[in-house]
């Protein structure tokens, strides 16, 4: 019977794991077909599929030729996505350690009652701050800018809250041992408490980077010129008709998210259970 139950649970495992990297799988072996066999399958305009196959009648390499040699527009937006999405991971980790750390482990006025602003912050919506951000950014001339999309994903409640809860759970013993010792609250920062949360650290980036590189509708209302718009946009033009090219795009835009969490997963077990060792 316990067998039985086992081999049940590998079967209906198996058969969730193949819905879900089926559209993966497909992607990838349609941006080897020919434009003309993946047009003969697919119909976006009607929203109808003419038939389905995952195996290419010859397999070629002419998608990619036609997105890295000669339609320079789908690498442009490639560029546009990784201008906008890298420097909006980096700085969103520095700030959201930063804050995570102060309001962790240091005391001040109004500590709590500020975080729980940021928890607010936390629950709304993308669409309720679209309007009062696309305000700010107009006052400060900086639409149609990449700046407005990288500044508002910099400060990131949802990265201080992740990180904060990393950090609550370390010993604050090692903190005032290293505080008599002389060191100062940056130093305390650098190599105590940022080694002890590096699976947080990943954790964050992961998500920031994911979450920004999949960016539609800040471009969309921020960015006035067309041609600032990242591959996301690009990707998601269903009117588009080299529905080849934008599988080719679509396993280029997979790449990065991927080759992140291959370098990273080991890292992320579980960023919000920390052990107390005092």
Known sequence: MKNIKT???????????????????????????????????????????????IIPDMATLEQYYQVFFRRPEYLLKFWNSVIITFPTVIAQVIVSSLAAFAFAKLKFPGRDKLFFVYIVLLILPLQVTLVPNYIVLDNLNLLNNFLAVILPGTFSAFGICLLRQSMKYISAASIEAARIDGASYFKIFTNIMLPQIKGGLITLTLLCFIDNWNVVEQPLIFFDDSAMYPLSIGLSDISNSDYGIVFACGVMFMIPALLIYLYGHRDIDSPFVQTDKS
Do not use: H, R, W
């Open 7 to 53: 081999m049940l649970k590998y079967i209906i495992l198996i058969i969730i794991t193949a819905v879900v990297l089926f559209p993966v799988v497909y992607m990838l072996a349609c941006s080897f077909m020919s434009n003309s066999q993946v047009s003969n399958m697919l119909d976006f305009t009607s929203q109808e599929y003419k038939g389905l196959s």
